[in-house]
């Protein structure tokens, strides 16, 4: 609730206080002359919204002249603020509505449009805030937005994350009730608030193989080292990965964006004075040849990888098939990571051949450049670029 992000996810348990913070949330925003619209997709959880407002004020409602609608769930405030509580399984229903502070209820089982289609346009004329609360289902549109919020790092974007046991006024005896007759993925979903693997996931075991620390040099003495590194500009990271290839885990990485090349080739060259690989598998489809050929004039012992529909399935599947073998340990980071546990697969219908790509709104800049490094130590450097087509 102190959090300034415009965008806040909220992945929670079951009972573990989510409508009644934002209900605690809802009246404070509307005391400060702010509309609120409060969405859930059944009857019953905006019924429990609204009884938690009502429950939320300290002072009798008539104390504060606060006119209340129950049978339209409307609470309007003397300052002008307002409380409105609409059930919404049809997203289409929010249509036509406005608010500075948008609360989707349960949002991973409500229409994905619920947010990009409806939600976020009715928050336009004042830059309004959104908050989204969810026990989760699978790795659905909540888990990928849920995801934006963990690798954003301007500000506008947070995620947080809680089990059911975080909630203090939640009794033993109450915890035991609703997990007695639970099976152990029922479980991990509704009380740990675990995104659970689905069909569309590419790398798994990764709690397994995120182990790693950042390490140093002297560490690696005597060792092979070698690298990944895909490049961005703008919008786009740029990201390095360095692995020993003795040890097979990650030893250091680097992630960055919205600066010339110049200065990111400086980067690269920065950390493998650092660590001297004895090879870094540059994706080079993103920075072109020239670019590439100055890494190459810095003295670093850059590989060209030309990234095709044909050379990137293979690419990723040989890390996702290190992670299940847990052959590589990386460097644990909630960016690094949760771009690897958001990763989808997509199987044509028509050719049944597999594809890979971030989510819409997420990179892969990252798991790209994990998956050139150990790419790279599994095959031998036989020239100085590597193109499947």
């Known amino acids: 609730m102190r959090s300034k992000a415009k965008r806040k996810l909220v992945c929670a348990g ?75 399984w049809d997203a289409n229903t929010l249509r036509g509505d406005h608010a500075d502070l948008l609360i989707l209820d349960e949002y991973s089982i409500m229409d994905e449009s619920a947010w990009g289609e409806v939600g976020a346009p009715m928050l336009l004329d004042n830059n309004g805030d959104a908050v ?105 990271y740029s990201a390095f990965s360095f692995g020993c290839l003795d040890c097979h885990c990650e030893v250091a990485h680097d992630r960055f964006n919205q600066i010339d090349y110049a200065f990111q080739v400086q980067r690269l060259k920065a950390l493998a004075d650092k660590w001297n690989p004895a090879v870094i598998l540059t994706e080079l489809n993103s920075i072109g040849q020239p670019v590439f050929e100055q890494v190459q004039r810095l003295g670093l012992p850059a590989v060209g990888f030309n990234t095709t529909a044909q050379s990137k399935p293979p690419l990723i599947e040989n890390l996702a098939l290190a992670l299940e073998k847990s052959e590589w340990q990386f460097i644990d980071n909630k960016v690094w990571t949760a771009e690897l546990e958001a990763y989808e697969r997509t199987v044509s219908a028509s050719t049944g051949r597999s594809s890979y790509s971030a989510p819409d709104g997420m990179n892969d800049d990252t798991v790209i450049s994990r998956a050139l490094m150990v790419w790279q130590a599994n095959k031998p450097r036989a020239s100085t670029l590597v193109d499947f087509a």
């Open 132 to 236: 989204f609360i969810f026990t989760p289902k699978s790795r659905n549109h909540a888990y990928r937005l849920y995801q934006r919020a963990v690798v954003e790092d301007d500000g506008r974007w947070e995620a947080f994350h809680f089990t059911s046991m975080d909630n203090p006024h939640l009794s033993e005896e109450a915890l035991a009730e609703i997990t007695s007759d639970m099976t152990e993925d029922a479980y991990r979903q509704e009380i740990l608030a675990e995104f659970l693997e689905n069909s569309g996931t590419v790398f798994r075991n990764l709690l397994a193989c995120t182990t790693a620390q950042p390490s140093t040099p002297e560490a690696h003495r005597g060792h092979t080292i070698i690298a990944g590194c895909d490049w961005g500009k703008q919008s786009d």
């Open 14 to 88: 079951r009972r573990g206080g989510k409508t009644t913070g934002m209900a605690i949330l809802a009246i404070e925003s509307a005391l400060a002359g702010r509309r609120i619209l409060e969405a859930a997709p059944t009857s019953d959880q905006t019924t429990a919204f609204w009884d938690a407002c009502k429950a939320a004020l300290v002072e009798p409602i008539t104390a504060k002249k606060i006119y209340v609608n129950n049978s339209e769930r409307l609470m309007i405030f003397p300052n002008g603020g307002r409380i409105r509580a609409k059930t919404a």
